[in-house]
């Protein structure tokens, strides 16, 4: 293989690893991470007591620091949101343990 | 008494075989780079705060967060080009090697892990995370070794 194929082929690779990464990345964005900041309602597949924080506040040490949550058709929260009670979906398998260290 | 005569086996790949698997370890390597880069950067600010959690990191969370995908960006436009892919073969094989020093620390320290490690290889744990690297590593070790004979 010649090196201009070998540009071009690297080119290719590069902008389909990335441009794939982008794809999936963005697409999950329905799918949200919310805390358990409320054990009054310890269930994590119950939407109660969830908030939502961008960043990554779980602590060790108990069963329900956060779960993953498709919002379906509500608007992208923002810091402190909690999670709506009707029209989400609950992600099998996303608990996280730990505690939610706000 | 016989003389034992020792075989000595060698495996010869050809000029051709050499290239083709120099050239898979390079696109491996801007596959790797190119898809964590912009998983990293398209959720920066859960990165930097996943991050900020290290006791190694710490307080530069934000800096080391922008500078990891960028210096994997860089790498991999390095590597492109054939003339100074070997240059980015071992920038490849130093940073999988301080990502790896980095997370057998964490691992071995008894640091307390952050929860979510984000990027490519989200899904794996800590250990799983060491193993890939490790592959990784090996691959690029491979291909230096190949490139020097």
Known sequence: ?102 | MGTTSIKQIHFQLSTKNKEIIFDTVVYLFIVLFMYTAASKLLTIKSFASTLAKSPLIGSYSLLVAWAIPIIEIAISLVLIFPTIRKTGLWASLILMLAFTTYLMYMVFSGSELPCHCGGVISKMTWQQHIWFNLGFLALGIIGININKK
């Not at chain 1, 690779?13 to 963005?26: N, W």
């Not at chain 1, 060790?60 to 509500?74: F, V, Y």
């Open chain 1, 1 to 102: 293989m010649n090196k201009i194929k070998k540009v071009a082929l690297g080119i290719l690779m590069a902008g389909l690893a990335f441009g794939f990464s982008a794809f999936t990345t963005v697409k999950k964005r329905s799918v949200l991470i919310y805390y358990k900041v409320n054990m009054s309602y310890p269930n994590a597949n119950d939407p109660r007591g969830y908030e939502y924080y961008s960043g990554d506040m779980c602590a060790p040490g108990g069963n329900t620091c956060s779960a993953q949550w498709d919002i379906g058709t509500h608007l992208p929260p923002t810091d402190g949101d909690a999670l709506p009670i009707s029209g989400v979906t609950f992600q099998t398998g996303s608990v996280y343990s730990g505690h939610a260290d706000l």
